[in-house]
């Protein structure tokens, strides 16, 4: 009984957890779209729509600040001539508590990585 009930829980929250990790790769694969039709690498730099960059990349730890602080952060990240942000999951934060998830508020990275929020070209999630 209480196994079984167990075992249909994790597979449950496994099943959660692989559709949101796809729904931000979906996510960043739609921006990539959006903003760059070509993207190559020379093994020196990245070619973006026929034009080699080298991109700058900063962090912006979505737990750390409010949801409603995100926009402005992506704007001075913009304004400071970044390219990209850089963040990572904080899996101890949205797992908190074995089998318990929390991506709400400062944990919600789908809100995070909207196109809406932000304002760069691109996004790099580790």
């Not at 730099?45 to 750390?64: C, E, N, Q, T």
């Not at 602080?69 to 304004?79: G, Q, S, T, V």
Request: aromatic share 14%.
């Amino acid at each position: 009984g209480d196994v079984y009930k167990r075992q249909i829980y994790r597979i449950a929250t496994n099943v959660y957890i692989i559709t949101q990790i796809m729904l931000i790769l979906f996510l960043i694969l739609f921006l990539v779209q959006i903003f760059c039709r070509d993207v190559s690498f020379d093994g020196r730099a990245f070619i973006i729509d026929g034009k080699r960059r080298l991109l700058i990349s900063g962090s912006v730890h979505y737990p750390r600040s409010t949801p409603q602080m995100w926009p402005k952060l992506f704007h001075a990240a913009k304004a400071g001539g970044l390219d990209v942000v850089e963040t990572y999951v904080f899996w101890n934060g949205h797992e908190a508590t074995e089998n318990e998830f929390d991506f709400a508020e400062r944990y919600d990275i789908v809100r995070f990585v909207n196109p809406c929020t932000l304002r760069l070209s691109l996004i790099h999630i580790s």
